[in-house]
């Protein structure tokens, strides 16, 4: 028994960085999943109401995607 506890390498089990690195990637691409949603009811609720500002709707939805896209190369190239 002490073989194994002397033995454990418990950065092996217990490797931060690596955690770390798939929830950065896991939630970043929960959240440009989240924007593509949103994008899309915002395009139903751009269809369904008539508003002044449907373009500032989409040009924020638009965004959103687009940092989503970006925050999900960061998180997958450079982690």
């Not at 949603?37 to 500002?53: G, H, S």
């Amino acid at each position: 028994m002490d073989f194994w506890v002397n033995n454990m390498n418990l950065n092996l089990i217990f490797n931060f960085p690596f955690f770390f690195k798939a929830f950065a990637i896991v939630l970043s691409l929960f959240y440009l999943l989240y924007a593509i949603v949103i994008a899309k009811q915002t395009q139903v609720m751009n269809e369904t109401l008539q508003a002044k500002n449907n373009g500032i709707f989409s040009i924020v939805s638009t965004l959103q995607i687009i940092f989503g896209i970006i925050l999900s190369i960061l998180a997958i190239f450079f982690l």
